[in-house]
DNA sequence: TCATAATTATTTGTATACAATTAATGATAT
DNA sequence: ATATCATTAATTGTATACAAATAATTATGA
């Protein structure tokens, strides 16, 4: 009695389901490493973009990393509350406003990107090349259109 | 000027943010469907997990669907708020309780799942069955530990 | 020029997600 | 029998995510 059919669940059926599963587990591995830096996995997102072009404008900043305004806002509160990055006036338009690396951010962002090439590699391992290059395929034509 | 080095953006190397892209992107994709039905994706999944398997106990809710308890807890506030669910005492177990679909729900949830089949059928037509098997067994093993 | 439209970032509200704590209840060991 | 431990669901607090509304600024067109 009170058998639970566990593989048979319906949700599990489904793509979207199978994502997010997945992603939540990849997410929980990622954050229980970055946690020791007193990042999260998305703060790292933003902290690495900054990095590759710093004095990033929001909008492009957004833009580039597909992410909601609205969203970006948050953790740009967040990251700056820990001294982590800076926001500054855009000097060409005053709606505008530019993100920029703070030295703390500097002095950390080499390790903690080490870090999660590490943790990619970890996961990568775990693969054919054949297979993962299939996957990161897939992946790459479900996020575009 | 101002070049936005959208693709060699370092955050999309890194598989726990394009799979954190790619399933926003799914899940907005099966949330705009739903939106008729009221419902979101995660409330889908409750509700077809609980069809499965009517009466089942919280605590098996969650196991099967991987959720977190306080998260299951906020979902099945909401649903029982539109009048999908209802929460019942467990009579073997007074800690626990049991969950069961509505005379509302039951009316609307084959439709919302040929609706889900729907969605998923369209993902699927994209890839080769060779490319889509792989693209599941890679989830499937991340989804393991 | 000046009213209107468009753009930019923030704010607000809702919905997951999850860790930590809590309250109620059940199980266990002596 | 009872003190202790374990289990169950809810609560609280924080962090994404995103739509809708807002405020400030810039662009546009008559």
Redesign the interface.
Known sequence: M?E???N????S???????????R???R??ESSFSQYGIT??Q??VL??V???DG??FK?LA????MDGSTLTSILDRLERQDLLERRDDPEDRRSLLVFLTKKAKQSIVEI?CL??K??QE??E??SEE??A??????????QE
Chains 1, 2 share one sequence.
């Open positions: 009170n639970i059919k566990t048979s669940s319906r949700p059926k489904y793509v979207c389901y199978k994502l997010s599963r997945v992603m587990k990849v997410h591995y990622y996995p998305a790292f997102y690495s973009a990095w590759e072009n990033v404008k492009d833009k580039s990393l597909e990107t999660a090439e943790l990619n996961i990568k775990r693969f297979e993962y299939t996957f990161e395929r897939v992946l790459e034509k479900l996020s």
